[in-house]
């Protein structure tokens, strides 16, 4: 008899053992890995960022490619105990067995995602140490336009579009009693549309010497408020879309700055002196390295509690991290940067894949996702350009922070989960989401190459950390 033939029962109660569990997710960790570094590998060859890769490889690992449309296993084999991981209640009672599905049973996705959070947190936090808060001053007027007209265009543009979008295709629970308040709908849409990939903007700026540049320094900490607003506006979204009363709405927001407001002045405050025997000693300690990283994970858990999603609590710890924050970040990016960027991130990415199903996509639903991706595009391009321009930048400038903007990268696919999460949009919205991720991002770095020229950039410049 076969060696896995003879292994102990693996079905619980409620599905398999937390042994088995365990199996699944090791092996899981593994594909995706593999699968995020050839896709990865593949993008880079043809010009793109490694993400573009990593995102489609978390496709292709889901019900796209290895669902039951193209993968259907009549036979599943006895090793993977499909019947028992996607039983009824856990899969559902009409569940087709399949590639995708034996290979990531729903209490092997649920770990998935819960590490992909992490990973969210981890690299967020690196995002916000190495922003040069030096390259800011004198420039809140023009940090504060781009961050608004970057939020209110593509908002605008969601409530233009919502009368396109608000059917059984895009709305979730369309038709029943629990279908979502249209504003709610709408508030998701515009904060869909108005996602910036903030941490892919700051790396581009930095590879090109910009980041202390006004152009550059505006950008960067317009694309910081800007994160902070999306993750408001998914808030508020949800508290309208489940028909919350208003105080409550408003109380999301007014605990969001307060929160911020005690990253920012207390907790830097209290970690002051950990940076002052770091400068003095130059070793981060274990016991240091473990503080900072529990203010991080801390930090994120109030942020998700709060309502504005654990990537924000990851930034604002970044942000509070004492003095010298560039030795700091280059400590810290030399223990979390490498398993965070090769394991944790993919991690995410493929969780956000394997929800994502487009052999669901149908051709009634086409045009609305067109509408929802040019929609995106123009919200930003316009939005970056002309608020640039009232804040004080040149129209050329301008255009290259609006290319910046639109890049959505893998924050799109954090507010399009939130939004299914949420009950307000449908799988198919979410799918239009990925679609605006691929384009946006693809389109980053060739339209920033032809506009860049353009711009006066000062010849001396030097890398910087953003």
Same mark, same amino acid.
């Given at each position: 008899m076969p060696l896995l033939a003879q292994m102990p029962a693996p079905f619980a109660a409620t599905g398999l053992k937390p042994s088995f569990v365990l199996a699944f997710v090791l092996l899981d960790l593994v594909l995706i890995i593999v699968a995020a570094r050839l896709c990865g590998a593949l993008a880079r060859k043809v010009g793109q960022p490694a993400v573009v890769g990593e995102i489609i490889a978390g496709v292709l690992l889901g019900p796209t490619l290895l669902g039951p449309k193209l993968f259907e296993l009549s036979n599943p084999p006895d090793f993977l105990h499909c019947d028992i991981s996607n039983s009824p209640g856990m899969a559902g009672s009409e569940f087709v067995p399949n590639v995708s599905a034996c290979l990531f049973p729903p209490q092997s996705r649920s770990i998935l995602g819960v590490l992909g959070q992490v990973a969210l947190i981890f690299f967020m936090f690196l995002v916000g140490i190495e922003v040069n808060?030096?390259?800011l001053k004198g420039k809140e007027k023009g940090i504060g336009l781009v961050a608004v007209g970057a939020v209110l265009v593509p908002i605008a543009l969601g409530f233009a579009i919502t009368p396109m979008l608000f059917n059984e295709d895009f709305v979730a629970n369309f038709g029943t009693a629990d279908e979502p308040s249209k504003l709610? %709908?709408?508030? %998701?849409?515009? #904060?869909?549309?108005?996602?910036t990939a903030f941490p892919v903007m700051a790396r581009i700026l930095q590879e090109k010497g910009l980041t202390t540049s006004p152009m550059g320094a505006t950008g960067i900490a317009a694309a910081a408020v800007v994160t902070i607003l999306m993750f408001l506006t998914i808030a508020t979204a949800d508290g309208v879309a489940k028909e919350r009363d208003l105080v409550k709405i408003l109380q999301v927001w007014v605990i969001a700055a307060v929160y911020i407001a005690v990253m920012l002045l207390v907790v830097r405050r209290l970690l002051a002196p950990l940076g002052r025997k770091y400068q003095e000693t130059g070793v981060l300690s274990p016991?240091? %390295? #473990?503080?900072?990283?529990?203010v991080a994970v801390a930090s994120g858990y109030v942020a998700d509690r709060i309502g504005i999603n654990v990537i924000v609590g990851g930034f604002m710890a970044g942000l509070a991290m004492p003095e010298p924050r560039a030795a700091i970040w280059k400590e810290m990016t030399t223990r979390l940067g490498e398993v965070t960027a090769v394991i944790l991130l993919p991690v995410f990415l493929a969780f956000s894949g394997l929800n994502t199903d487009f052999t669901q996509l149908t051709v009634a639903a086409v045009p609305g996702i067109i509408v929802l991706v040019i929609a995106g595009i123009v919200g930003k391009l316009v939005g970056g350009a002309v608020f640039a321009k009232l804040g004080g930048l040149s129209w050329a400038e301008g255009t290259v922070i609006g290319v910046l903007m639109n890049c959505r990268g893998l924050l799109v696919l954090v507010a399009a989960l939130a939004a299914v999460d949420a009950g307000a949009i449908s799988p198919l919205l979410q799918l239009g989401g990925v679609v605006m991720a691929l384009v946006t991002t693809a389109m980053t770095g060739p339209? %920033?190459?032809?506009?860049?020229?353009?711009?006066d950039t000062p010849s001396e410049a030097e890398p910087q950390p953003a």
């Open positions: 808060e030096r390259a709610g %709908f709408t508030l %998701f849409v515009g #904060a869909l549309l108005s996602v016991d240091t %390295f #473990a503080i900072f990283v529990g339209l %920033f190459d032809a506009t860049i020229t353009k711009v």
